[in-house]
């Protein structure tokens, strides 16, 4: 039996798990502040790889990044009621603008310093863009705009969860505004495309896109879509957003334009945001009992060289060995980009190194020791196929050259890979289901890993879809989605029984 | 005589240019949040072009990214007392979690969400971070600790001006721990070399790095570093910091590590940053009464090519010969990356694009109209040469192959031209003054644009140094910095008589 790296399996339990990934990945770690985390290194590189990947593609389809005020006042969130019902109880509010001793060697708000209306940090940023837009679109002529911001947003969450769900959170919102209702919903669809090629491209996360239906919205849309990612517990995760707002912000916030034949109309908005939460779907999406598995293309580094250093004189020759390889490695390019190598020369024990970047899901760890060096060659370990059918460790002693010419080929290979598992696990936990009683069975207690159903439903409304809902949460379901480009369907509701219009995914979700 | 761009010229009122020129070319306004700014596209793509290169600089002298939270606790601040009395005066405080209905239509804190323990926005993040080292060094081996963020910080003051002074600005903090002295001094060093050199280099800004007298220290700081900008008003602009803060946060902080010899130790700390500053500081610096001019290393576009559409049938052949120019230039290389050409293709006239991208400060704006396109030229306005001797605009047609074969060595010829143009007007604006005396005279009522001194003093400290402070107040001046690498000098100081130490610059600031 394999002795894993971490302390804690998935099957045992995988919540207890996820944490141990990510502290014994150095992901992240408790900052000592309710509900905020510390990013370390290893988990702000893999979101700076996100952000860069990521940012590349909302430029190609046209946006440009700004900065908003992290404050947005009070009455702001005043003008739009539905939207405030949807966010008004957990936001972090300032009231004071200074601090004084409090008489007692401490520190307190001065009485003398409150502000006369308080700011919100904001939770997102609708309102105070549509106040710029406000100020910028005065013709037809003005639009589209189309901008994006990459910033932090709190929300008081009860429960944290690190990554998943935090008070604090890193995200890019993007804002646009157009002329046309077409125009406005294609928007809101091309981003949702942008979202889903990136998962699969870059994080190699198989996601299903489609339409949240209605009590799911975002506060305020007229449609709101996502993309939906399955965890390997079975369930599921929303790794980001894009809303189609109607003239709903812009009828609160006055953004209108003069039209072509000269008359006033107010533009259509719409959103779309994805965040830190990606990293925690990436871990639950790939990560085994040994640690994570980053992909690729968004790894901080993807081959790590680590010499086995004796301190000894001899491990000049050997630390010279290996930067001789990371240069080698560096001038290559794989997967569209410079190969990111590095040579772990820190003072510590080869097999802790090694363990350390297997747990934290480098690619590929090469190492390199003495015997190596004299025959030329490394040792290299895939971390997408960490053991041999033995059980053993399936370190490869591979000559340099080789293993250098293969290297884009090789990271090429773990990337299409890790979307392969992705895709298959995705496909194998979703199960078609036709009635209501096949659900209740299909999550009854006990169950364990039940996976999503794909049901039929006549896409109810108001009370109809209330009373759906109450249905599904005392099983703890949602409705995840109902996922795009399906075509026309037969059959009965599983709710209601009366005709199906569309498809939509069920699941427990993070 | 010229008509300029600007409604204001430098001359005529400095600050009321500043300001239009950050209007005119779209680079920020005001966002009905006190003192919070919008960063506008142009304004936003200078920034992450300063991030990209500082970033590389950053991480190419052995620093990692990290995050830390946007909130503080109030009782970290309370354990570093100089450290709170330098900055407990302008926090924005959060006392509040959640907003209800105030029973009038608006909404108001929630009275049962208040906070046990108030946060506070960030204003910089020594005690956070210093905590995270607490935890994370416990021997000798854990050192150098060397991490850096990019983040948004908050300080409440009272007169803001944009990107020189808001309440909410954007920023990189480095935090470094070290085992000695003498390693913790050289990261100091080595990082305020960094900026110089990334100011020089990449703003075309030319500076004096040196050491901030005691009383400018960082609030905590053992030393604090500088570089100081000459601005085109004569005044000085702290562009970037680095402190050298001894074991003074260790020990509030309680960040020990055992040495090689098994006993306990502080750590040595330093912290360093530059923020949005940096842009109002190459503003002021480069500027000119058409607008910005933007060194071509840190402009978004550095070739922007408005090609001279009319609403004709034609316009898609002058589009076509505009979109292949972009191409080839987009090929090319220079400054060590690839080149940044963008065709303005919007509907409006060709002159208004023309000084839309003027204002901006494109380094090249290159004009195409049917006559061009016919003869195979392009027209070529360098945005640091825009006059002719007569007084017109400078613009140059020229064969378009010959254009795109020399683009590159234009981009570098810019830079370099307004890399020299700051030296100099840095150079001639420094004056040697030997007494007293002589500085009053030259900052005297009425002496427009006096510059800098350059004197000689004997360093005093504690109640001494105060006096001299007193007195350059009266002057409104201040020591910006004693410049570093400064040999053995002679003399008497300029303030007591007594034998000088050391050259200080004294100037007014912003």
Known sequence: MIKHALPVTRAADFAAWYQSVITEADMAEESGVRGCMVIRPWGYGIWERIQRLLDDRIKATGHENCYFPLFIPLSYFEKEAEHVDGFAKEMAVVTHHRLIGDGKGGLTPDPEAKLEEPLVVRPTSETVIGTAFARWV??????????????????????????????????QEGHTAHATVDEARGETLQMLEVYRSFAE??????????????????????????????MQDGKALQAGTSHFLGDNFARAQNIR????????????????????????????VHGDDDGMRVPPRVAPWQIVIVPMLRDQPEDEALLGYCRDLQKELAALTALGEPVRAMVDARAQKAATKR????????????????????????????????????GKLDSVV??????????????????????????????AQIVPVDDWAGVEAHFADGVKNPGWVDVRWSKPSGAALDAVVERLKALKLTIRNAPAGQGAIEGVCVFTGAPAVERVLLARAY
């Open 138 to 171: 005065q013709s037809w002529r003005d639009l589209p705009v189309l901008i994006n911001q990459w910033a932090n947003v709190v929300r008081w969450e009860m429960r944290t969860r690190m990554f998943l769900r935090t008070a604090e959170f890193l995200w």
């Open 355 to 390: 363990w350390g970047w297997v747990k934290k899901g480098a690619p590929i760890v090469i190492e390199v020791g003495g015997r190596d060096m004299a025959g030329g060659n490394v040792s290299v370990i895939r971390r997408d196929r960490l053991y041999r059918e033995d």
């Open 398 to 427: 591979t000559p340099r050259g080789d293993f250098v010419a293969g290297a884009a080929d090789l990271l090429e290979a773990i990337q299409a890979e890790l979307h392969r598992q992705s895709t298959e696990a995705l496909r």
């Open 257 to 284: 334009f003069q039209n072509a034949e000269g008359q006033l109309e107010h533009a259509q908005t719409t959103s779309w945001g994805v965040s830190t939460r990606m990293i925690g779907g990436m871990i639950m």
């Open 201 to 230: 491209d870059c994080l190699a996360m198989h996601v299903i896109a489609g339409e949240k239906p209605e009590n799911e919205r975002f506060p305020g849309a007229v449609e709101t879509w996502s993309i939906e990612a399955m």
